[in-house]
């Protein structure tokens, strides 16, 4: 494929992109807005800023921040073995120079001030910002220092940070990867390289790195010690890596200038290459290997950029420049720059980076971008299409009408269900609240359940009974009569009260049963109808009891009276008898000279004497008889005063409430009723409605939605052949 093709359908896939964005404000969008927004946006970034990712593997000391200052023409990375970097930096190219810390917990404003303070005692020129979630803080520097930098990922990567510079340890625990924007013409603008930190070995390498970064990468650069390039603890990691991520992997036999010629062979005949080879035998086919001294590569950007002297260079003892070489350096007209050329050629760097840029931009660019978009388009534009081809397959779909009409008729039919099947419920109800027999099962009514629990037996077991044995125990009658019978008047209140409180559980309880037979039989129908309640528990109040007394006074008086009556007579008898009797006449007469003997005298005395004694006697008889009879008087007392409150008032209240509460039962099992039966017309409103919708737009629909899902399909069938003529020319390859 030819760098114009590629340009085209790069192109193609960025005009693409716009047309999916702009279908999201298409009425007929179904989706989340917000959401596909944010991916078609994405996926526009990824095409426009096209990072193709290196990730950089090794050991430590092997090299792996040399080689990026190289590819860099400078020193922005710590590559001194104790400062071996701790984090995952990604370096790439921006506008200015610029580094991320990308946190996995906030961050406080605490951390980002002392930060700030070693920047300053640094002299560094940077301003530091924290994002509004405190999960980034991003440093802009002022100018592209690499020095800058350097000393910024001293303090912040480098195995030797906790220790020279504790005050920024809580912020190094919180982040474990870091961004960096260079710019700098060193660097493609599709190219991240990403930097790891180092290992015992390779096998080794975190498992944020195996399980992130390497599968998301498109080229991994795994640079090996020249000494140990066939260690065996590689094996599984590196077999991981190619088969399993499916990664192409470069392997960098780095510090190529401490090997003799004669060790340098990238086709594995001898040397390391060849211990190399014999260790990734049946893992990866002809790989690619490359001799390089990062070292010289970096010195060789500094001597042309004029950024050290050969002096300086001379002091360096990992540099070697033969004596016959140094000498034909002095005599040349520019030394520096002669110089420059000799190590940049002695590194083998060149080769590297041409076959990397070849790589990623000839064999794997397009499926690692613009294939990788166009895959997008492709199941994006039919994601999209999806809902409409569903929505005009059910406005074409005439069955669709029929399943509408099915389902009225079903409703129809439903709703007259409910309506015979409710009534039978409310004809059910009034029998056995009426009274009735129903399914075999004789219903008293409400009005007769009242009827059973007050009979007189009933009445006289509970109240008139305990009354009576309660009075006859111990010293109850004499206190009552002592208080003017109000102990008496309370104990019957107490007995009114606990009878009714125990008739009004009876009577609820009747009641309940009736109404939930009548609740569950609804409920079967209706489902609401289950929590269909009445009026609530039914209460009679309990008149008030007037004051019991025994009323003895009248009696005292009836026995004076008699008796009273009765000696009058006796001792006007005895009068007269002793009329006739001479000596009682003689002694009369002696005794009381100046009373007359007549008839008349002694029958007056008599009577008088009679009636006095008869009085006594009558109030002697009376008294010794009074408590029996006082008994007597309160029990009929009591039982007037019994059904007095019951009969009338009680039976009366109870009769009245459940009369209401059946009212009120009945009235809400119709409500229900009638609420289901309503939902049940509504229902069927709506069906009617939306198949006179159907038929009137369908038409019109059809219209709207076969030009756009066309358009989707356009979309998706460009991008597909994109995707396809990729796989082919990698299959071609492979091949």
Same mark, same amino acid.
């Given at each position: 494929?030819?760098?114009?093709?590629?340009?085209?359908?790069?192109?193609?896939?960025? !005009?693409?992109?716009?047309?999916?964005?702009?279908?999201?404000?298409?009425?007929?969008?179904?989706?989340?807005?917000?959401?596909?927004?944010?991916?078609? !946006?994405?996926?526009?970034?990824?095409?426009?800023?096209?990072?193709?990712?290196?990730?950089?593997?090794?050991?430590?000391?092997?090299?792996?921040?040399?080689?990026?200052?190289?590819?860099?023409?400078?020193?922005?990375?710590?590559?001194?073995?104790?400062?071996?970097?701790?984090?995952?930096?990604?370096?790439?190219?921006?506008?200015?120079?610029?580094?991320?810390?990308?946190?996995?917990?906030?961050?406080?404003?605490? =951390?980002?001030?002392?930060?700030?303070?070693?920047?300053?005692?640094?002299?560094?020129?940077?301003?530091?910002?924290?994002?509004?979630?405190?999960?980034?803080?991003?440093?802009?520097?002022?100018?592209?220092?690499?020095?800058?930098?350097?000393?910024?990922?001293?303090?912040?990567?480098?195995?030797?940070?906790?220790?020279?510079?504790?005050?920024?340890?809580?912020?190094?625990?919180?982040?474990?990867?870091?961004?960096?924007?260079?710019?700098?013409?060193?660097?493609?603008?599709?190219?991240?390289?990403?930097?790891?930190?180092?290992?015992?070995?390779?096998? $080794?390498?975190?498992?944020?790195?195996?399980?992130?970064?390497?599968?998301?990468?498109?080229?991994?650069?795994?640079?090996?010690?020249?000494?140990?390039?066939?260690?065996?603890?590689?094996?599984?990691?590196?077999?991981?890596?190619?088969?399993?991520?499916?990664?192409?992997?470069?392997?960098?036999?780095?510090?190529?200038?401490?090997?003799?010629?004669?060790?340098?062979?990238?086709?594995?005949?001898?040397?390391?290459?060849?211990?190399?080879?014999?260790?990734?035998?049946?893992?990866?086919?002809?790989?690619?290997?490359?001799?390089?001294?990062?070292?010289?590569?970096?010195?060789?950007?500094?001597?042309?950029?004029?950024?050290?002297?050969?002096?300086?260079?001379?002091?360096?003892?990992?540099?070697?420049?033969?004596?016959?070489?140094? %000498?034909?350096?002095?005599?040349?007209?520019?030394?520096?720059? $002669?110089?420059?050329?000799?190590?940049?050629?002695?590194?083998?760097?060149?080769?590297?980076?041409?076959?990397?840029?070849?790589?990623?931009?000839?064999?794997?660019?397009?499926?690692?971008?613009?294939?990788?978009?166009?895959?997008?388009? $492709?199941?994006?534009?039919?994601?999209?299409?999806?809902?409409?081809?569903?929505?005009?397959?059910?406005?074409?779909?005439?069955?669709?009408?029929?399943?509408?009409?099915?389902?009225?008729?079903?409703?129809?039919?439903?709703?007259?269900?409910?309506?015979?099947?409710?009534?039978?419920?409310?004809? =059910?109800?009034?029998?056995?609240?009426?009274?009735?027999?129903?399914?075999?099962?004789?219903?008293?009514?409400?009005?007769?359940?009242?009827?059973?629990?007050?009979?007189?037996?009933?009445?006289?077991?509970?109240?008139?009974?305990?009354?009576?044995?309660?009075?006859?125990?111990?010293?109850?009658?004499?206190?009552?009569?002592?208080?003017?019978?109000?102990?008496?008047?309370?104990?019957? =209140?107490?007995?009114?009260?606990?009878?009714?409180?125990?008739?009004?559980?009876?009577?609820?309880?009747?009641?309940?049963?009736?109404?939930?037979?009548?609740?569950?039989?609804?409920?079967?129908?209706?489902?609401?109808?289950?929590?269909?309640?009445?009026?609530?528990?039914?209460?009679?109040?309990?008149?008030?009891?007037?004051?019991?007394?025994?009323?003895?006074?009248?009696?005292?008086?009836?026995?004076?009276?008699?008796?009273?009556?009765?000696?009058?007579?006796?001792?006007?008898?005895?009068?007269?008898?002793?009329?006739?009797?001479?000596?009682?006449?003689?002694?009369?007469?002696?005794?009381?000279?100046?009373?007359?003997?007549?008839?008349?005298?002694?029958?007056?005395?008599?009577?008088?004497?009679?009636?006095?004694?008869?009085?006594?006697?009558?109030?002697?008889?009376?008294?010794?008889?009074?408590?029996?009879?006082?008994?007597?008087?309160?029990?009929? %007392?009591?039982?007037?005063?019994? =059904?007095?409150?019951?009969?009338?008032?009680?039976?009366?209240?109870?009769?009245?409430?459940?009369?209401?509460?059946?009212?009120?039962?009945?009235?809400?099992?119709?409500?229900?009723?009638?609420?289901?039966?309503?939902?049940?017309?509504?229902?069927?409103?709506?069906?009617?409605?939306?198949?006179?919708?159907?038929?009137?737009?369908?038409?019109?629909?059809?219209?709207?939605?076969?030009?756009?899902?066309?358009?989707?399909?356009?979309?998706?069938?460009?991008? %597909?052949?994109?995707?396809?003529?990729?796989?082919?020319?990698?299959?071609?390859?492979?091949?």
């Amino acid at each position: 494929m030819s760098i114009e093709q590629h340009a085209e359908r790069r192109n193609w896939a960025f !005009e693409a992109l716009d047309s999916l964005q702009h279908f999201t404000d298409d009425p007929d969008f179904e989706g989340m807005v917000d959401h596909e927004l944010a991916g078609i !946006e994405g996926k526009r970034t990824e095409l426009r800023d096209g990072k193709y990712r290196v990730v950089f593997l090794g050991a430590f000391n092997v090299g792996k921040s040399t080689m990026i200052n190289a590819l860099l023409g400078d020193e922005y990375l710590p590559t001194v073995l104790e400062e071996c970097t701790t984090k995952i930096t990604h370096v790439m190219r921006g506008e200015r120079m610029r580094a991320a810390l990308r946190l996995h917990t906030p961050c406080s404003d605490e =951390e980002v001030a002392g930060l700030r303070d070693l920047l300053a005692a640094f002299g560094i020129g940077a301003e530091v910002a924290c994002s509004e979630g405190h999960d980034e803080v991003a440093l802009e520097y002022e100018e592209c220092n690499p020095r800058a930098l350097l000393n910024t990922l001293r303090a912040l990567v480098t195995m030797n940070a906790t220790d020279d510079f504790p005050q920024l340890d809580s912020l190094r625990h919180k982040f474990d990867e870091l961004i960096v924007q260079l710019p700098n013409d060193n660097i493609a603008e599709d190219i991240a390289l990403v930097d790891s930190p180092g290992a015992h070995t390779i096998s $080794d390498t975190s498992t944020r790195i195996t399980q992130d970064i390497i599968p998301n990468c498109h080229l991994v650069i795994c640079l090996l010690d020249s000494q140990n390039a066939g260690n065996e603890q590689n094996r599984e990691f590196i077999e991981g890596v190619v088969k399993h991520k499916h990664r192409k992997v470069f392997f960098v036999l780095n510090k190529s200038d401490q090997l003799s010629p004669h060790e340098i062979d990238p086709m594995g005949r001898r040397g390391p290459a060849k211990d190399l080879i014999r260790s990734l035998q049946g893992i990866v086919q002809n790989p690619e290997i490359f001799f390089i001294s990062s070292l010289y590569a970096l010195v060789a950007t500094h001597l042309e950029a004029e950024h050290v002297g050969l002096e300086e260079v001379d002091k360096n003892a990992k540099i070697r420049i033969p004596y016959q070489v140094r %000498r034909a350096i002095d005599d040349s007209e520019n030394p520096s720059q $002669d110089a420059a050329q000799y190590l940049m050629e002695r590194s083998n760097f060149n080769a590297l980076q041409d076959r990397l840029l070849d790589y990623l931009y000839t064999e794997n660019r397009e499926g690692a971008i613009v294939e990788s978009i166009c895959s997008f388009i $492709d199941a994006t534009a039919y994601r999209y299409a999806r809902p409409l081809e569903t929505k005009l397959e059910l406005t074409r779909n005439v069955p669709r009408l029929d399943d509408l009409r099915r389902h009225r008729e079903q409703l129809s039919l439903t709703l007259q269900r409910y309506k015979a099947q409710g009534q039978r419920v409310l004809d =059910e109800f009034d029998t056995m609240s009426n009274g009735g027999n129903l399914g075999g099962t004789d219903f008293p009514g409400y009005k007769t359940i009242v009827e059973n629990h007050m009979t007189k037996d009933a009445i006289e077991g509970a109240i008139l009974k305990p009354l009576r044995d309660w009075l006859n125990a111990g010293e109850n009658m004499k206190n009552a009569k002592k208080e003017d019978f109000q102990p008496l008047t309370k104990e019957l =209140e107490s007995r009114i009260d606990a009878y009714i409180t125990s008739l009004q559980q009876k009577v609820n309880a009747e009641v309940e049963e009736v109404e939930g037979r009548a609740r569950a039989r609804a409920a079967q129908i209706v489902p609401d109808a289950a929590n269909v309640a009445g009026r609530g528990s039914i209460d009679a109040t309990r008149a008030s009891i007037v004051a019991v007394d025994a009323g003895m006074g009248s009696s005292y008086a009836l026995f004076g009276f008699i008796g009273l009556v009765l000696g009058a007579g006796a001792g006007a008898g005895l009068g007269y008898a002793a009329l006739q009797s001479p000596p009682i006449v003689d002694m009369v007469t002696t005794s009381l000279p100046d009373v007359p003997v007549t008839l008349q005298t002694f029958l007056a005395a008599g009577g008088v004497a009679g009636a006095v004694l008869g009085l006594i006697l009558g109030l002697i008889a009376r008294t010794f008889g009074s408590d029996e009879a006082r008994k007597a008087k309160l029990n009929q %007392r009591i039982g007037e005063r019994v =059904e007095a409150v019951l009969q009338k008032a009680t039976k009366e209240q109870l009769t009245q409430a459940l009369d209401n509460r059946r009212g009120t039962f009945r009235l809400a099992l119709q409500g229900a009723i009638d609420k289901a039966t309503a939902g049940l017309n509504e229902q069927i409103s709506k069906i009617l409605a939306e198949e006179e919708a159907i038929k009137k737009e369908q038409e019109a629909i059809i219209a709207r939605l076969e030009p756009k899902i066309n358009s989707l399909h356009e979309l998706g069938d460009k991008a %597909r052949e994109i995707v396809s003529s990729g796989l082919s020319r990698k299959d071609a390859e492979v091949a």
